[in-house]
C-alpha cells in the first residue's frame, strides 16, 4: 500500500500534468487562424476550458478523495481565470472588457470565501484576541480559512487600507506599565514622508501627462497603480504614530509602521548600542529606519523571525532603530 504522502503527490502531479497539457492545448487554439476569425465565441471557449474544466479536475482527483475544503475550489478558479486572460490574444476584444470583471471576480471569490467561513474567522479571532493584539488575531483567524500564504496576503491588502481610512481614529493600544518606544518625534520621518507623498504626486502628473500622448489606457494604469502604492506611505506614517513599539516587563513589541512587526522576548535581548549612521550591510540586521538615520542597535541573542508585508519574513540577530528617547529607554531595559 502507497503511503498517504506518496497518494497525494501522485493525484497532485496528475492533476498540474492535465492542467499543463490543457493550457497547451489551449495557446494553439489561440494562435490558429480559426480564432480571428471568430475571436469572442473561441474565447469564451478558452475561459470555460480553462476555468471549469481544470476546476473539476481538481475537484475529482484532489479535492474530493482527500477531503478538502471547498474554498480551494473557488481559489482553483481565479487562478485559472488569470491565466486565461494571460493566454488570450491582447486583439481580442473579450479580454480588454473582461479586466474590470477580474478585478471585480477576485474580490467576490474572497468575500464568497469568507462569508461561508465567517463562523470559523470570527470564533478563532475570538479565541486567539485575548492574548494578542488585533492585527495578529486578525491574520490568525484568515489563516485558518485561507492558509497562511493567502492570509498574509489578504492581510497586507487590508491593512494598508485599514490604516488609510480609518487609522487616525485609532487609539493606542500600549499597555499602561509598558515603556512606549516613538519613532517619528526627533526623526522628522513623518515630515519626510509628507514630503516625498507630494514629490511623488508631482511626478505622477507629470508622468501621467507625458504617457497620455502614447497611450491613454497605459497612463490610466500606471497613474493607478502610482496612487495606489503612495496608500502604503499614508498607512505607513499612520502606524507608526497610532501603533508604536513599545516594551514590556518581559518582551519588546517591535512595530515598524506598516513594515515591521516582532514580539521579542527581553531574555532575547543581549545588548542595546548607541550608534549615529546606518550601519554597513549584514547578514542577520535589519534597518528599521525609515527616511532617516538609526541611532540604536539592538543586538539578541539568538536568531529572530519579524514579519514584513504581504507575509514577508526575515531572520535577524540585530536590528537598528530610530528610537525618540534611546538612553530613557536603554535604561528602562537594563532596570528590569
Not at 480588454?96 to 470559523?120: C, D, Y
Not at 497612463?219 to 501603533?243: E, H, N, P, Q, W
Request: charged share 15%; proline share 4%; glycine share 6%.
Amino acid at each position: 500500500m502507497l503511503p498517504l504522502s506518496n497518494f497525494i503527490s501522485a493525484r497532485m502531479l496528475a492533476f498540474l500534468l492535465l492542467t499543463a497539457l490543457l493550457i497547451g492545448v489551449e495557446i494553439m487554439v489561440t494562435q490558429m487562424v480559426v480564432f480571428g476569425k471568430n475571436p469572442i465565441l473561441l474565447s469564451v471557449g478558452v475561459l470555460f476550458d480553462l476555468v471549469f474544466v481544470t476546476t473539476a479536475l481538481f475537484y475529482w482527483l484532489v479535492a474530493n478523495p482527500l477531503k478538502l475544503a471547498s474554498n480551494r475550489l473557488l481559489l482553483i478558479a481565479l487562478v485559472m481565470f488569470r491565466v486565461a486572460l494571460f493566454i488570450l490574444p491582447k486583439s481580442t476584444q473579450l479580454p480588454n472588457q473582461l479586466w474590470p470583471f477580474l478585478l471585480i471576480f477576485s474580490e467576490a471569490m474572497v468575500l464568497i470565501i469568507a462569508g461561508l467561513r465567517i463562523r470559523t474567522i470570527v470564533q478563532t479571532y475570538r479565541h486567539v484576541r485575548p492574548t494578542t493584539d488585533p492585527e495578529t488575531a486578525l491574520r490568525t483567524s484568515l489563516a485558518t480559512v485561507f492558509g497562511d500564504r493567502a492570509a498574509a496576503f489578504i492581510f497586507g491588502e487590508g491593512i494598508i487600507l485599514y490604516y488609510v481610512l480609518v487609522g487616525w481614529r485609532l487609539q493606542t493600544d500600549v499597555p499602561a506599565v509598558a515603556k512606549t518606544l516613538t519613532t517619528h518625534r526627533q526623526s522628522g520621518q513623518i515630515a519626510l514622508t509628507v514630503g516625498l507623498l507630494v514629490v511623488g504626486l508631482i511626478e505622477g502628473v507629470a508622468v501621467h501627462l507625458l504617457l497620455t500622448r502614447w497611450n491613454p489606457t497605459v497612463a490610466v494604469g500606471i497613474t493607478i497603480l502610482s496612487a495606489y502604492g503612495m496608500l502604503f506611505f499614508v498607512a505607513d506614517a499612520i502606524a507608526t504614530v497610532k501603533r508604536p513599539s513599545y516594551l514590556s516587563d518581559t518582551q519588546l513589541q517591535l512595530r515598524l509602521g506598516v513594515r515591521w512587526r516582532a514580539t521579542i522576548l527581553r531574555s532575547r535581548i543581549a545588548h542595546v548600542s548607541f550608534i549615529s549612521e546606518k550601519p554597513a550591510r549584514q547578514t542577520g540586521l535589519l534597518n528599521g529606519s525609515f527616511l532617516t538615520a538609526p541611532n540604536l542597535l539592538v543586538v539578541f541573542t539568538e536568531p529572530i523571525i519579524v514579519s514584513g508585508p504581504y507575509g514577508i519574513q526575515r531572520k535577524i540577530n540585530q536590528v537598528a532603530l530610530f528610537v525618540d528617547e534611546r538612553a530613557a529607554f536603554n535604561q528602562y531595559l537594563c532596570s528590569k
